[in-house]
């Protein structure tokens, strides 16, 4: 879906990625886009210069 929005026209993305912990057996939270590089670099190219990039992110190693 990316693809067709055009370069540095988004003012911000708030963002709250699956954690790809395979909850519950569930498909959906184990996807691989969290560790998608070249998903977030997309997200970077369609942001406006000095905009609003928020990312939730858990850690299951830090508790």
Do not use: H
Request: glycine fraction near 4%; include cysteine.
């Amino acid at each position: 879906m990316l693809e067709v929005i055009e370069k540095d026209s988004i003012d911000s993305i708030v963002t709250d990625p699956p954690y790809e912990l395979n909850f519950m057996g569930r498909g959906w939270d184990n996807a691989g886009v969290s560790f998608n590089k070249q998903t977030w670099q997309k997200c970077y190219e369609v942001l406006k210069p000095r905009r609003l990039f928020t990312f939730i992110w858990w850690n299951k190693n830090i508790s």
